[in-house]
């Protein structure tokens, strides 16, 4: 169903029509043609909110879920409190907290008020651990079995609370609440109905605590091609699992985070349209501070050098070729290294080797662009000294930027600030002043 064809249903006033067209959709493009239709004002508080009454109680939640924060908000204050019970109800728990840390805290108290007491509790407990940890995105839905139980007894608990758990296809075997091991719903099908599950399960599991980083699940996840990884804590009782869908989300957020690092901004939850222009400003104008003040550094170094200036002006005109490449250098080692991170493929412990591989990388490319800018200056300015001088200072430029590029990040990593810090802006600015000082000195040695 498309935008004009939900306006007539609703002004022609087929409510039946218009809920079964509902019914039919994806909750989650239900969602967007919402968000759509409120943002081109098509649809106002009382028409949205009188489709999402129309909607089943189940996919009404799913709707609900995939919404963004204003028109969660705007539903809130519309649902009367047996509205808004029911559609908690109907959420994961991990749903639920992600939108309480979206609401302002009159919208929060009303939303724990709505929720059942233990839901209640264990969302206090998640919204206790620390921020971007494991516990922050898990949900404690999930299905499990004690040792002792059969096939039998295993797949009637499946039959009995699966609907309402976040996934069934991996379950988790326990005993005194201590993770003991897996066993999958492919498992369960084939075995026999007799046989106990401590024979089938598997007994090496792949697990996060509680408190290790987000980032971390997520590439455990990806690296074992998992459905669901659990959480445990740190007696390796098990409080809840992350599943392949929050993981998604995690990486999303995580790659704008360091986008937005890589770009010297400072990382913004808030969508771009939704961001005030003040803040925009805020969130960019300190980083845009750090470089202009940094940047004069290559110009205190160009005024020390401004008597071989006067005598050869041309240089000069050879200063944004040498910056501009080295900036170009640096950012590709980095936004390597930076990847390689993010994927576990590089360690700490490879910086020898990376440095050793980011040499030779360096020293290829550098002979080839030095080469090409030897015959170019010839041609153009007839001139062999200059052309040795700004290619002796291209190789020079394009190591020190390929070695900065890769060894900053990581030690970044190693002092636990974030790689991305280390990325385009602040690097480029660094190489410019090796590349402006090693230029004039050499300029110096062979031209005077």
């Known amino acids: ?37 409120s943002e081109e004002e098509e649809l106002g508080e009382k028409e949205l909110t009188f489709i999402f009454r129309i909607l089943p ?5 799913d709707v609900f879920a995939y919404m963004d924060t204003d028109l969660q908000m705007l539903l809130i204050n519309a649902f009367t409190d047996r509205e808004l019970r029911d559609v908690l109800d109907e959420l994961f728990l ?11 805290a009159n919208v ?33 839905e999930f299905v499990y079995f004690h040792p002792g139980d059969t096939v039998e007894e295993a797949l009637d608990r499946i039959r009995s609370v699966g609907l309402v758990k976040e996934t069934v296809y991996t379950c988790y075997v326990t005993e005194s609440r201590k993770l003991m091991g897996t066993v999958s719903l ?35 996840l990806k690296k074992h091609d998992l459905a669901a990884i659990p959480v445990v804590d740190g007696d390796r009782r098990m409080v809840g699992i992350i599943t392949f869908d929050d993981v998604m989300d995690v990486i999303a957020e995580e790659n704008a985070e360091d986008m937005a690092m890589m770009m010297a901004v400072v990382p913004n939850e808030e969508s771009y349209f939704k961001t005030s222009v003040f803040k925009h400003a805020r969130n960019r104008i300190v980083w845009l501070l750090i470089l202009m003040l940094s940047a004069t550094l290559t110009g205190a170094i160009t005024n020390h050098f401004s008597e071989i200036i006067t005598t050869i002006p041309l240089l000069v005109s050879f200063l944004a070729m040498l910056s501009g490449t080295g900036g170009n250098c640096g950012s590709q080692s980095s936004t390597m290294i930076i990847q390689g991170m993010a994927a576990e493929e590089i360690r700490l412990r490879d910086f020898g080797r990376v440095i050793v591989k980011e040499l030779c990388i360096a020293v290829i490319c550098a002979v080839i662009l030095a080469s090409v800018n030897f015959v170019r200056v010839v041609l153009f300015y007839h001139d062999v000294k200059i052309a040795a001088v700004v ?38 600015t660094l190489v410019d002043s090796c590349s402006t000082l090693l230029y004039f000195t050499i300029a110096t040695q062979m031209l005077l």
């Open 57 to 61: 109680k189940d996919m009404a939640a």
């Open 108 to 140: 929060v108290a009303r939303i724990l008020k709505a929720s059942d007491p233990q839901v209640r509790r264990q969302i206090n407990e998640m919204l206790r651990y620390p921020e971007d940890s494991a516990g922050t995105v898990m949900t404690t």
């Open 391 to 428: 290619s002796l200072t291209l190789v020079g430029t394009v190591i020190l930027a390929k070695l900065l590029g890769c060894m900053l990040p990581m030690i970044a990593k190693k002092l636990k600030i974030d790689p991305a810090i280390m990325s385009a802006p602040l690097l480029s």
């Open 94 to 104: 991990d749903d639920t907290v992600d939108l309480i840390e979206d609401m302002p």
């Open 186 to 220: 492919l498992d369960l099908v084939v075995a026999d109905k007799n046989e106990p599950i401590d024979e089938i399960m598997e007994t090496t599991v792949i697990s996060v605590c509680v408190t290790d980083d987000r980032e971390q699940a997520a590439n455990l």
């Open 1 to 37: 169903m498309d935008k004009n064809e939900m306006i007539g249903l609703l002004q022609e006033r087929k409510f039946a029509a218009l809920k079964n067209d509902m019914q039919e959709m994806m909750p989650a493009d239900a969602a967007q043609l919402l968000k759509e239709l």
